[in-house]
């Protein structure tokens, strides 16, 4: 066999390890090991360079960008435990009831709200499953509109800043996170508003697919209802204005502003008498769990990035990619349809961890906007929640979900939305300017 083919021969290792059933961390920290073992069998390099491994992990530990990660969690986390997005739901849902459609349109809302608040999946989609589901399906809406627009809304959170996606974007392209953000605001935006429109045109011309809430369930109405939503609406959106206006302004770092979220997340719950040393422990364990993920699958990928560049593996890559028909165009074309295809089966960490270090050198060789193509990869790792058969989107819901709504309608329900995500993407591939904007007086 020739040495070649042992960079590509990796990644099919480490895919069958992962498509076994072992954690992806483990799978790619043990392809490194077999194959360095390979390596040095074969006198391609020698065990000195491990010795380099040590060094990448402390460089990991000592990323001041990726220490935003557990911050956004926990500022998330526990707003969602202090049932912020069950008050939203409930107060917005009032709002919107007399409409046709006018729920799936709160839900939009909410999603992004929350999006702007959390940026995390779960608690979005589970907060917003387990309250506005059954309110929806009590009062005729169609199943597979419900859950469609419950998880499609649920996952905004990975393309509206301060997305956790997005800071382990930058840190993988090595961009700014702050530049990420503001180009990633319009296109989060426009998915909202496709979101909106999507849901107005059906309850348009489906009217019984998505009727309005009935008059004897709004219960509040008027003045009552105008000063509910002034209350659930301006803290929430100050403390969005507050971490995310300090790092456009240039005020705070992303680390620093996520710290404030935090903060901030925990005098939200203090005032509304919610802040309690339960939902203090859950919302830590969760940040722990998860923080702990991307920790190891860092060093995992780490491992295997360096036997990968030990059997010149990344060469090989860089020789393909550039060199593929179109070329930027090719480029741009084969690693969606990667990243998309692989969003079926992984997680958005694992793609992120895998691929992006293969992609980017090939991006920079061929003049490719780094910004313009971070934010297109997020929202193409959007899609890796709707996607079935391992949509984690689908699977909190599941979890959630009355035993009466068939998992299939679920699988339905999902389908528009990953249609008009990818209607989405192809307008920021079509014009850049929707996320370049910002940045173009300065170029």
């Known amino acids: 066999m020739s040495t070649d083919l042992l960079g590509p021969l990796m990644f099919v290792v480490a895919f069958i390890f992962i498509f076994t059933g072992y954690p992806v961390a483990f799978s790619l920290g043990g392809t490194a090991l077999l194959f360095a073992a390979i390596g040095v069998g074969l006198d391609l390099f020698e065990w000195s360079l491990m010795s380099g491994f040590p060094l990448r992990v402390f460089g990991v530990m000592e990323n001041l960008i990726l220490l935003a990660v557990p911050f956004f969690i926990f500022m998330g986390t526990m707003l969602e435990r202090s049932r912020l997005a069950e008050d939203l739901l409930h107060t917005i849902g009032m709002l919107f009831g007399p409409i046709r459609g006018g729920l799936a349109l709160a839900v939009v809302f909410v999603g992004a709200l929350l999006a702007a608040a959390t940026g995390v999946v779960g608690a979005s989609v589970v907060a917003m499953g387990l309250i506005s589901l059954p309110v929806m399906l009590r009062y005729g809406y169609d199943q597979s509109l419900a859950t469609g627009i419950i998880c499609a809304s649920g996952t905004l959170g990975q393309i509206i800043p301060p997305s956790v996606v997005l800071i382990v974007l930058a840190d993988q392209m090595g961009v700014s996170i702050g530049d990420l953000f503001i180009g990633s605001l319009v296109p989060g935006l426009l998915l909202v508003g496709m979101y909106a429109l999507f849901v107005v045109v059906v309850a348009w011309r489906r009217p019984e697919l998505a009727p309005a809430l009935p008059k004897s369930e709004r219960t509040v109405t008027g003045g009552e209802l105008a000063r509910r939503v002034v209350l659930v609406l301006i803290p929430p959106l100050f403390l969005i204005l507050v971490v995310l206006g300090s790092i456009f302004a240039g005020v705070a770092t992303p680390t620093e502003a996520g710290a404030l979220g935090a903060v901030g997340a925990m005098l939200l719950a203090k005032v509304n008498g919610r802040l309690t040393w339960q939902s203090v422990r859950e919302t830590m364990e969760y940040t722990t769990k998860l923080t702990s993920m991307v920790v190891f699958l860092l060093i995992g990928s780490t491992a295997f990035a360096l036997v990968f560049r030990g059997l010149y593996g990344d060469v090989w890559i ?13 480029l741009l074309i084969v690693a969606n349809l990667a990243i998309f295809l692989l969003g079926f089966f992984i997680d958005f960490f694992e793609i992120a961890f895998i691929v992006l270090p293969l992609i980017v050198p090939a991006a920079q060789i061929l003049g490719i906007d780094l910004v313009w193509f971070g934010v297109m990869i997020g929202m193409n790792l959007q899609t890796s929640f709707l ?36 209607i989405g993407l192809g307008l920021i591939c079509v014009f850049p300017e929707l996320v370049t904007w910002p940045f173009a007086g300065g170029e």
């Open 318 to 330: 860089e020789d393909l990619l550039t060199g593929l028909p179109g070329g930027k165009l090719g």
């Open 387 to 422: 996607t079935p058969p391992f949509g984690f989107a689908l699977f909190y819901l599941r979890g959630v979900t009355p035993e009466e709504v068939p998992t299939t309608a679920i699988y339905r329900g999902a389908i528009p939305f990953i249609v008009i995500q990818l």
